[in-house]
């Protein structure tokens, strides 16, 4: 499908947030939508025909727009016309979006669809007024269709929005709950929304009221998570966890939600897939109608395990409140010590290791609080507690974590804002139900479970007080049997697991998450590359060496497996369902590298086997296999040594034997590359952007990713008056462009990175002495790859795709492919 209309609305938002400073962009509470993202939510739309009303009611530069288009002219069969409405705030946006939303339209009306659109320069809530109320009026002013990636603020109370929204009767606490509120009332009966959007409503006290609106009117279809936090709007630094949702707005709900998630940074590509029951991801008897995501089927045991608990908190005799010391408040009571006058204050780095340890080593907080009448009704009385962190950090494995706090000599203390704790109706408790708590709390079985329906870091403490907890006599028991030990992870788990009676396949859950780690700690202690540091390469792993969760690494083997087997492997023993359409995702970028590293031979049985066989496939080789058995043993650090010197020698011997390229050059000299990094993308560049480009051109310069270089023409370099500085880096192809007097400056972009400013400036640099035009080219084998790399691309440059080689992308300026003086 063809991605015009987004590529140029992505390189217009590279501009735009280049030139936006993070405090703006806060200001706006709006962050683009890279086209990656915008495609993805473009493809969740389940209608497309008939008279088409498109709203975006936040549109940016429009992006999402753009990409909405698209798969209208993949998929024109049933549309008779397109209404685009586009609602933008800021002015600077403007231009680009008129000329998005013309650009729209005009590629409609080519294949014979009535297009057109309405560009409303003005906040979205803000048009919604008793005396305006355009989109409320009318049944002809609904809309079809919605799309949007709403601004993320906070509403402050004073605000207009939060006036106009009173008098719609609408109740929630951030704008983009406000603008998914307002979009879902204006849309058509059938009609559809997608949304990306924090996963933060799903549950929480905040947003009770915004789903149990969402929920009536609209009927939830498909829910996309992202693996990382910052994975959407890596670029902006974004680290809220987003979800694209999409919903139709009718009152029969579907029996199955398609869930998705994708696990690897780029957007596209390696989707996990997953159909689970509506009713059990919104529970039509739930008061709090929260959504519940889980991702596959081994989460499932989970909830069920946890479902087993039927003890409430007023079944225990306990509430759970947050810390009623507000620091910033109380400050003239703060203190750096403990004296007569003042009591203990507890603030979060006071919790190690599911223990209260005060005072802490190093506090950068106040730790103690004046006792007086002022903040006598801020403290708690001494006694046996549980608190929990409100907040976790985002490099934190844990969102859950508890700590067990005993009495003090004090006969009162305070607990900071940025804790939750759990009591006895303001009292403390009996000690060993502290300690049971403390660790359930703390197990990884409760952290698994709390993680599906809480997307955010913060623990709140209407989230604790909404989970189903062991009975009162199990958690004393359990905190019996822990006492004041110091217990790993591991050991308390166990001990949690057998004390409470566990189910098998929830422990075999946790079990299954504990092996992905691991796997992920053996490529990362072997040096695997980065990119093949996540959880696709783990189970591709954990697959070769037929480790299941209950296997452990001594018993590994080295069964021989294609990628269908692979796959099926992962879902039949790790509950990972994928699409289809990942096959050729594990094959390029985790099986390629496996065999690159050494760790994977292909076609052990039969060597030559055709590359489109059916019976393509790998195993662990043996030295691999020899390591992996001796994971987490005492003589594995030993073995990982001799592994990494005996690897490198089998890799040198590989490369000497390494095939070669063959690469005619525009003047028709014949030359070899070696058959590896990006020496493909090189061959292409030498024999369809040259001649195109460069006609009768002269290849001074070409790279090998095997060699220093191939051709080096010194004495050509001299003869155009260009002294190079031997120890500087080459691009990998220099082409002196007679016709123009320019030299040619390429970078091939597969493995590495693009002509970004800090390379320009580095190229500038080195070719100094030329007083040739200088024109610097990057080329890419797709328009896939480019799109990872459009944020980084320098102005005054420009783009080569491999893929499409009669075409060129000029990044800004009054002239394309011709050098730039400074």
């Keep these: 499908m063809t991605t015009f209309l987004t590529d140029s609305t992505d390189i217009k938002r590279v501009h735009f947030s280049s030139k936006l400073n993070l405090n703006q962009r806060s200001e706006l509470g709006q962050f683009f939508t890279p086209a990656p993202v915008a495609r993805l939510m473009a493809r969740q739309f389940s209608n497309l025909s008939g008279h088409v009303s498109l709203l975006d009611p936040g549109a940016g530069v429009g992006a999402l727009t753009a990409a909405f288009v698209e798969q209208l002219l993949a998929n024109p069969q049933n549309?008779?016309?397109?209404?685009?409405?586009?609602?933008?705030?800021?002015?600077?946006?403007?231009?680009?979006?008129?000329?998005?939303?013309?650009?729209?339209?005009?590629?409609?009306?080519?294949?014979?669809?009535?297009?057109?659109?309405?560009?409303?320069?003005?906040s979205f809530i803000e048009n919604i007024s008793e005396t305006n109320l355009p989109l409320f009026n009318l049944p002809s002013s609904s809309f079809t269709h919605a799309i949007l990636n709403p601004p993320y603020k906070k509403i402050n109370s004073q605000s207009i929005e939060r006036k106009i929204l009173a008098q719609l009767g609408i109740e929630t606490v951030n704008l983009y709950s406000a603008f998914v509120w307002l979009t879902f009332l204006n849309l058509s009966h059938n009609g559809e929304i997608v949304a990306i959007t924090p996963r933060s409503f799903c549950n929480g006290l905040y947003f009770r009221p915004f789903r149990q609106a969402f929920l009536q009117t609209m009927a939830l279809s498909k829910i996309h998570l992202f693996e990382s936090r910052s994975a959407a709007f890596s670029e902006d630094k974004v680290l809220q966890e987003n979800i694209i949702f999409h919903a139709i707005k009718t009152q029969v709900r579907p029996d199955y939600v398609e869930i998705t998630r994708n696990i690897e940074s780029y957007i596209e590509e390696f989707l996990e897939l997953r159909y689970v029951p509506y009713s059990e991801v919104v529970n039509a008897h739930d008061s709090e109608s929260f959504i519940h995501i889980v991702t596959n089927s081994l989460e499932d045991y989970l909830r069920a395990q946890m479902n087993q608990f039927s003890s409430t908190l007023?079944?225990?005799?306990?509430?759970?409140?947050?810390?009623?010391?507000?620091?910033?408040?109380?400050?003239?009571?703060?203190?750096?010590?403990?004296?007569?006058?003042?009591?203990?204050?507890?603030?979060?780095?006071?919790?190690?290791?599911?223990?209260?340890?005060?005072?802490?080593?190093?506090?950068?907080?106040?730790?103690?609080?004046?006792?007086?009448p002022e903040t006598a009704k801020w403290l708690v009385p001494s006694g046996w507690y549980v608190l929990t962190k409100r907040f976790s950090a985002k490099e934190e494995k844990r969102r859950v974590v508890a700590a067990v706090c005993p009495p003090s000599d004090f006969p009162v203390f305070g607990i900071e804002n940025h804790l939750n704790y759990y009591h006895a109706h303001g009292q403390g408790m009996n000690p060993d139900l502290a300690r049971g708590l403390t660790a359930f709390l703390n197990s990884t079985l409760l952290d698994s479970y709390f993680r599906q329906f809480s997307g955010h870091t913060q623990v709140n403490a209407t989230d604790l007080r909404k989970l189903k907890y062991p009975s009162k006599d199990d958690l004393i028991r359990l905190g019996s049997q822990i006492g004041?030990?110091?217990?790993?992870?591991?050991?308390?788990?166990?001990?949690?697991?057998?004390?409470?009676?566990?189910?098998?396949?929830?422990?075999?859950?946790?079990?299954?998450?504990?092996?992905?780690?691991?796997?992920?700690?053996?490529?990362?202690?072997?040096?695997?590359?980065?990119?093949?540091?996540n959880e696709r390469s783990a189970l591709c792993l954990l697959a070769l060496a037929d480790i299941r969760p209950e296997t452990s690494w001594y018993q590994a083997t080295a069964p021989r497996r294609r990628i269908t087997e692979m796959m099926d492997w992962f879902r039949d023993h790790y509950g990972k369902q994928y699409a289809p359409n990942t096959r050729e995702t594990v094959r390029r970028q985790t099986m390629h590298q496996f065999v690159q590293m050494g760790i994977v031979v292909e076609n052990p049985d039969q060597p030559e086997r055709p590359i489109n066989s059916p019976k393509w496939c790998y195993q662990l080789h043996q030295q691999a296999l020899s390591l992996i058995k001796l994971y987490a043993s005492e003589q594995w650090e030993e073995a990982r040594h001799n592994y990494a010197v005996s690897v490198t020698n089998l890799l040198q011997d590989r490369k000497r034997n390494r095939p070669i390229i063959p690469v005619t050059l525009p003047n028709g000299q014949a030359i070899q590359l070696s058959s590896g990094g990006q020496n493909l993308l090189i061959k292409d560049i030498l024999e369809s952007f040259c001649p195109k480009f460069t006609p009768r051109g002269f290849v001074i310069y070409v790279g090998d990713a095997g060699d220093k270089f191939i051709i080096n023409e010194t004495q050509k370099f001299r003869e155009l008056g260009i002294e190079l500085d031997t120890h500087g880096k080459m691009p990998d192809i220099v082409v002196y462009y007679e016709q123009q007097d320019w030299l040619i400056l390429i970078e091939a972009v597969t493995s590495h990175g693009p002509v970004n400013l800090k390379r320009r400036n580095e190229l500038k640099q080195l070719f100094q002495s030329s007083r040739k035009g200088l024109v610097f080219v990057t080329a890419f084998p797709s328009r896939q790859e480019m799109t990872r790399y459009l944020a980084e691309i320098s102005w005054e440059t420009e783009v080569w795709i491999a893929d499409q080689p009669d075409h060129m992308i000029h990044f800004n300026g009054e002239r394309f492919l011709g050098p730039y003086e400074s």
């Design 79 to 122: 549309i008779e016309s397109c209404l685009l409405t586009a609602y933008e705030v800021e002015s600077a946006f403007i231009p680009s979006l008129r000329q998005c939303l013309t650009e729209c339209c005009v590629a409609l009306e080519k294949i014979g669809i009535t297009a057109n659109y309405c560009l409303h320069q003005e």
């Design 314 to 372: 007023d079944d225990l005799g306990l509430e759970v409140s947050t810390g009623p010391v507000v620091d910033f408040r109380l400050k003239s009571a703060l203190r750096t010590c403990c004296d007569n006058n003042s009591v203990p204050l507890i603030y979060p780095e006071a919790i190690k290791a599911g223990k209260v340890c005060f005072p802490p080593s190093n506090p950068r907080k106040a730790i103690a609080i004046t006792q007086n």
């Design 484 to 533: 004041d030990s110091h217990l790993d992870q591991e050991q308390l788990d166990q001990v949690v697991h057998q004390t409470l009676s566990i189910m098998s396949e929830a422990t075999n859950a946790i079990q299954a998450s504990k092996r992905i780690e691991e796997a992920l700690a053996i490529l990362k202690a072997i040096s695997a590359p980065k990119a093949q540091q």
